[in-house]
């Protein structure tokens, strides 16, 4: 067996694979071959600095969740303008990785992959076993409608770094996705409530709200690591951007750091004190966004793209509305404005595609001002181009992101452990925030169980580390 075809078997993990595959896939040499797999590559010039075979298949796979389909069967429309002789295959489904791992394996993987929501394929170990593209010639090439600039010129700052590792680019994270907690602002005028900017304020609040008979919280509690989002964030503003960074970076006793207590703490009042909406810790995203949007809850822990995932059931005049954690207090390093902002929803060509250049030509034309503008349209979120959302009607849970984005300014902060090490976030961690959510550890031993998970992933010599400055 080729040195290449274990390295596409232990990407994707052999126990993994071998409940996905086909019976035998993985015994003897059964895996796909790499012979024949020539990829597809035309003539580079002015209107094709990509090199694109004009009449290469484009084998383009999206994830169906927050943001639908529509929005990529847009973009590939406006690839076929451009590449009529192209024969574009769409393809939308929910779990990314059981659909795809098998065609790794078999060598034969998709020109363009979505690869997001909880089954998606782990990025880290991918960029690990050079099973993806360096994206560098897709940011040095023009914008497909920015005359005089390139691609990399026409993105926010930040936006390439969060795609890169040891310098390389391997990751476009489109969506600029803004985290926090969100509310109804037509609620909290009905009921005179006014959201608490302290903590104490924070639960002052909840006390009102649950005297009222509503629940304070509820959370995804099948995903749980989705509260792991605001703990994070408090302990960042409590204690600086650093917290972050030695998350990010595998640093000893990182999880036990004074922010991380100081925030468990915190978090763990809406726990002993029963904030949370009974049944909870059963529910799925959808299924506690639901109650919150019946009204069933106040607050509730999201990204920005809730308010696209639950167009069909938010009530009329709703407003949906995102806030920033509250500060712990005065001592706080970062004010209570300071917000979670990252660019997110990764799209990712393999190494191994029949039509790489296609892939990332896709990538050019999404990241055009028209294709930005027809996203951020169609799925109420913002893009990481620079620009895109200018003139454009905002919903009122887009309007409230682009607001905090402002309000927040240079003290924004994000974090990218599950990006690096996506078993930290996915199974260990929210493990963790699954038992401390749910009442069964106490803050001590929640943050112990992160701390864990992390060691054990530095231990770990088949993860390759990363390390973010």
């Not at 920015?146 to 010129?153: I, L, S």
């Not at 002052?204 to 509260?227: D, E, F, N, Q």
């Not at 019946?294 to 920005?304: L, P």
Request: with cysteine; net charge neutral; aromatic share 10%.
């Amino acid at each position: 067996m080729s040195a290449e075809k274990i390295r596409r078997r232990t990407v994707l993990g052999t126990a993994a694979a071998a409940s996905l595959a086909p019976a035998g896939l993985l015994t003897g040499c059964a895996l796909g071959s790499d012979e024949g797999n020539n990829q597809a590559e035309g003539e580079k010039n002015t209107k094709n600095p990509l090199g694109v075979k004009e009449d290469a298949p484009l084998d383009v796979v999206i994830f169906n969740g927050g943001f639908g389909e529509d929005y990529a069967k847009a973009h590939q429309v406006m690839y076929k303008e451009s590449f009529p002789k192209a024969e574009v295959k769409h393809t939308a489904v929910v779990e990314i990785g059981k659909t795809l791992q098998p065609r790794f394996i078999e060598g034969n993987p998709p020109d363009f992959i979505n690869n997001s929501g909880s089954n998606a394929m782990d990025a880290g170990k991918l960029v690990a076993e050079e099973q993806l593209t360096d994206l560098k010639e897709l940011l040095d090439v023009p914008s497909l409608d920015q005359p005089g600039k390139t691609v990399r010129q026409t993105l926010l700052p930040g936006a390439v770094e969060t795609g890169m590792f040891d310098g390389k680019m391997f990751i476009l994270n489109y969506a600029y996705t803004v985290y926090g907690i969100w509310y109804s602002k037509k609620l909290f005028a009905d009921k005179g409530w006014e959201y608490g900017k302290t903590w104490d304020d924070h639960i002052a609040l909840c006390k009102k709200i649950k005297a009222s008979g509503m629940a304070p919280w509820t959370y995804a509690g099948v995903h749980p690591r989705y509260m792991s989002w605001p703990v994070i964030s408090t302990a960042v503003k409590f204690a600086g951007k650093q917290v972050a960074l030695d998350i990010d970076n595998l640093v000893p006793n990182a999880w036990q750091s004074e922010g991380m207590k100081m925030a468990a703490d915190a978090w763990y009042q809406i726990v002993k004190d029963k904030y949370i909406l009974d049944g909870s810790p059963g529910l799925d995203h959808k299924q506690s966004q639901t109650e919150w949007c019946k009204g069933n809850a106040a607050f509730i822990s999201c990204g920005s793209w809730l308010e696209n995932e639950q167009a069909a059931v938010t009530p009329q005049g709703f407003n949906m509305t995102v806030a920033p954690t509250p500060s712990l207090g005065a001592g706080d390093k970062l004010p209570f404005a300071a917000i979670r902002g990252t660019a997110g929803e990764p799209y990712i060509v393999p190494a191994k595609a029949k039509n790489p250049r296609g892939g990332m030509e896709l990538m050019r034309h999404m990241l055009s001002m028209k294709g930005a503008k027809d996203f951020t349209g169609k799925v109420k979120s913002l893009t990481i181009v620079a620009g895109a959302a200018d003139g454009l009607s905002f919903t009122p849970g887009l309007a409230s992101c682009v607001e905090a984005i402002k309000a927040s300014g240079d003290n924004g902060f994000n974090w990218i452990y599950q990006i690096y090490y996506r078993k930290l976030e996915r199974n260990l961690v929210d493990a963790a925030c699954g038992e401390f959510f749910s009442g069964r550890s106490t803050p001590a031993e929640f943050l112990a169980a992160c701390q864990k998970g992390a060691d054990e992933i530095a231990k770990d010599a088949s993860f390759k580390k990363y390390k973010r400055s």
